[in-house]
């Protein structure tokens, strides 16, 4: 998959194009690309998805931005899986806001993508002021030679499947709902680095994952699955708890870290990129009186986290 970045300037093909954050790259998100893959073969054309990073409510209005599900890194790796062929990921600044709907069409579009085809969600909107809207394009395919197609939302039953629902069932704990909404586990993936080392202190060493965000969507305890610690097979799973949250047991105003006690491995992976899929919630974050009383629950945080793969 080819990424470009920035504003596209002068198309070198033609393109199959979608537009939207695909926070998370739910199934919504993945029946649009399903859809746009099949455009693209059947016109012979490039398979594009167009993102922002930031995400334009990140730029506006920095305290109230939803908490990302996934970071750009993790958006891309997804993508990628879906066979996109090429992914333009548009800096999301002043000047970018600021491209009228019109000139939006006319030099990103036309002039930079050579789009042919484009799909958009049914409440897509864009251009400055966000005055840009499916009639809009509908309105200009004929001038500038592509098709328009506009998809609903998409739903399991009753059920709109939304980064939104998704997020408020990862901040309930329900990870099942989230699972249901995004096709598969909810997942953080990042690179392993040094720590305080504590962990391996009290009898249960840990990987460290970097966090790309500070406000990830969940928080506690978890059992896990982690992928990446082979070189030699990305689908070698290793079983684990994590934590993940702020330590107030040994940290007083910390920042959120997602520390990771796999089983029956003592591999040496700093450095390694990982990815954790979480199965299940097993508590909150507590804060305890002193190091051996979190010792002592950790202790059973493991032994239950075990007892899961057992029974699954």
């Known amino acids: 998959m080819h990424v470009s970045r920035g504003i596209p300037i002068l198309a070198k093909d033609s393109t199959a194009l979608t537009i939207g954050n695909f926070d998370g790259v739910h199934l919504g998100h993945q029946a649009m690309i399903t859809r746009l893959n099949e455009a693209?073969?059947?016109?012979?054309?490039?398979?594009?998805?167009?993102?922002?990073?930031?995400?334009?409510?990140?730029?506006?209005?920095?305290?109230?931005?939803?908490?990302?599900?996934?970071?750009?890194r993790e958006k891309l790796e997804l993508l990628a899986e879906l066979n996109v062929k090429r992914v333009q990921v548009c800096h999301f600044n002043s000047d970018f806001s600021s491209i009228s709907a019109e000139e939006f069409i006319a030099r990103v579009l036309n002039r930079g993508l050579s789009v042919r085809w484009i799909l958009v969600g049914d409440d897509f909107r864009f251009g400055a002021l966000r005055r840009g809207d499916c009639a809009m394009l509908k309105a200009s395919s004929i001038q500038y030679g592509f098709e328009v197609e506009e998809m609903e939302s998409y739903a399991l039953g009753d059920l709109r499947v939304s980064s939104t629902a998704?997020?408020?069932?990862?901040?309930?704990?329900?990870?099942e709902s989230a699972k249901y909404l995004l096709g598969r586990p909810y997942s953080i993936s990042g690179r392993v680095i040094g720590g305080n080392k504590l962990g391996r202190?009290?009898?249960?060493p840990?990987?460290?994952?970097?966090?790309?965000?500070?406000r990830p969507p969940v928080s506690g305890i978890f059992v896990v699955?982690?992928?990446?610690?082979?070189?030699?097979?990305?689908?070698?799973?290793?079983?684990?708890?994590?934590?993940?949250?702020?330590?107030?047991?040994?940290?007083?105003?910390?920042?959120?870290?997602?520390?990771?006690?796999?089983f029956n491995f003592d591999k040496e992976i700093y450095g390694c990129h990982l990815r954790v899929d979480f199965l299940q919630k097993l508590r909150d974050e507590e804060k305890y009186s002193d190091l051996e009383a979190l010792?002592?629950?950790?202790?059973?945080?493991?032994?239950?986290?075990?007892?899961?793969?057992?029974?699954?």
């Open 40 to 72: 693209a073969s059947r016109l012979n054309l490039t398979s594009c998805v167009m993102i922002f990073e930031p995400h334009p409510r990140e730029f506006f209005t920095p305290d109230k931005a939803p908490i990302r599900l996934t970071s750009l």
């Open 166 to 175: 998704i997020r408020g069932a990862l901040a309930a704990g329900d990870l």
């Open 201 to 204: 202190k009290i009898g249960f």
């Open 206 to 214: 840990t990987a460290n994952i970097q966090l790309r965000h500070n």
């Open 225 to 262: 699955k982690v992928y990446g610690t082979d070189e030699a097979s990305s689908q070698t799973e290793v079983h684990g708890v994590a934590s993940l949250g702020v330590r107030p047991t040994v940290c007083e105003n910390g920042k959120p870290v997602l520390e990771v006690h796999l």
């Open 295 to 312: 010792t002592r629950q950790i202790g059973y945080d493991v032994e239950n986290a075990k007892n899961y793969f057992l029974s699954s």
